[in-house]
């Protein structure tokens, strides 16, 4: 599976940006992180199937994005978005997109060590 991450650039406090991942191939579970200058790379969001398919699937966020941030699904495009709103400078860093194969327990969702497959990483960067 190859991904292919979009969307990154630079922000002023309080706008937006929207991040596409994009898939070649199937995956039941997409993760997003991001890794500052000098930080360990950190889970952002998550998106799974219901093992079933993706309707009624799940989302899951870092407390630090929680109602900011949402991650959704185009499964005509295979793509995932993460839409990132209300902008914070300590959001700044390289965003990552991944995948798994397989739908991840939740408690599996924040450990970059189980998603086998990672996009490139896009720059966010977010000016106060």
């Known amino acids: 599976v190859q991904l292919q991450a979009s969307g990154g650039g630079l922000v002023q406090a309080g706008g937006s940006l929207r991040l596409s991942c994009a898939a070649s191939?199937?995956?039941?579970?997409r993760g997003w992180f991001r890794q500052a200058p000098g930080k360990e790379r950190e889970f952002v969001a998550a998106?799974?199937?219901?093992?079933?398919?993706?309707?009624?699937?799940?989302?899951h966020y870092a407390d630090s994005v929680k109602g900011r941030f949402t991650t959704s699904r185009d499964n005509a495009k295979n793509t995932v978005y993460l839409q990132m709103n209300s902008l914070k400078p300590e959001d700044t860093a390289v965003y990552y997109c991944a995948a798994s194969f397989g739908r991840l327990i939740v408690s599996s969702l924040k450990t970059p060590s189980q998603y086998p497959y990672w996009g490139q990483g896009t720059q966010v960067t977010v000016s106060s």
């Open positions: 191939g199937r995956t039941d579970t």
């Open positions: 998106i799974r199937s219901n093992g079933g398919g993706w309707s009624g699937g799940s989302t």
